[in-house]
T-cell receptor, first 114, second 113 residues
Framework: GAGVSQSPSNKVTEKGKDVELRCDPI?????LYWYRQRLGQGLEFLIY????????KSGLPSDRFSAERTGESVSTLTIQRTQQEDSAVYLC????????????FGPGTRLTVT | AQSVTQLDSQVPVFEEAPVELRCNYS??????LFWYVQYPNQGLQLLLK??????LVKGINGFEAEFNKSQTSFHLRKPSVHISDTAEYFC???????????FGGGTRVLVKP
């Protein structure tokens, strides 16, 4: 079956512009996660969705970052007034909400803020 | 809060030699443990996971890892590496009652012929 997909694969934007990143999870996966991977670093958790609610937003770095999810489907991560430090690969993952809890990752969106 | 430390940022290794990637974690609660691999310009792929039971876990591509609760470690090993194992490897933990994964900083493995 289809895996997690993300779009766009690459995004170059000017400082101060808003961007939207999209994630399509695996069908039937109720849990969805966003992570950020800065160059040469590990992944940082941003936000977790269970269905369309977000019980854990603790990783969002500032109020410029927001995310929403439609039901148990598509999620959008929005970054307003982008800054150069927002440049990173943004990864989405989805999972079932029961063991084995394996998170399946998408290919990521590489965001470059110039 | 949990944390994950991967002690080696880079590991060069010759083809057909063994490799061990070290991972230590800290957590005050029960955790599940994972190793992911990221090939160049690709997303993360699960290599193996420990949820419960036998502390020696076997994964894909000949990798295995051993959970050591007393040492809070989950080291990854492969007895004989191939050129195709060149990639970045990430250790991650998840609280048993939680949701998010906490990742280590990654270990870049470069297999030389």
């Amino acid at each position: 079956g289809a895996g997690v997909s993300q779009s766009p694969s690459n995004k170059v934007t000017e400082k101060g512009k808003d961007v939207e990143l999209r994630c399509d999870p695996i069908s039937g996966h109720t849990a969805l996660y966003w992570y950020r991977q800065r160059l040469g670093q590990g992944l940082e958790f941003l936000i977790y969705f269970q269905g369309n609610s977000a019980p854990d937003k603790s990783g969002l770095p500032s109020d410029r970052f927001s995310a929403e999810r439609t039901g148990e489907s598509v999620s959008t991560l929005t970054i307003q007034r982008t800054q150069q430090e927002d440049s990173a690969v943004y990864l989405c993952a989805s999972s079932l909400s029961m063991p084995p809890y394996e998170q399946y990752f998408g290919p990521g969106t590489r965001l470059t803020v110039t | 809060a949990q944390s994950v430390t991967q002690l080696d940022s880079q590991v060069p290794v010759f083809e057909e030699a063994p490799v061990e990637l070290r991972c230590n974690y800290s957590s005050s609660v029960s955790v599940y443990l994972f190793w992911y691999v990221q090939y160049p310009n690709q997303g993360l792929q699960l290599l193996l996971k420990y949820l419960s039971g036998s502390t020696l876990v076997k994964g894909i591509n000949g990798f295995e890892a051993e959970f050591n609760k007393s040492q809070t470690s989950f080291h990854l090993r492969k007895p004989s590496v191939h050129i195709s194992d060149t990639a970045e490897y990430f250790c991650a933990v998840k609280e048993a009652a939680g949701n998010k994964l906490t990742f280590g900083g990654g270990t870049r493995v470069l297999v030389k012929p």
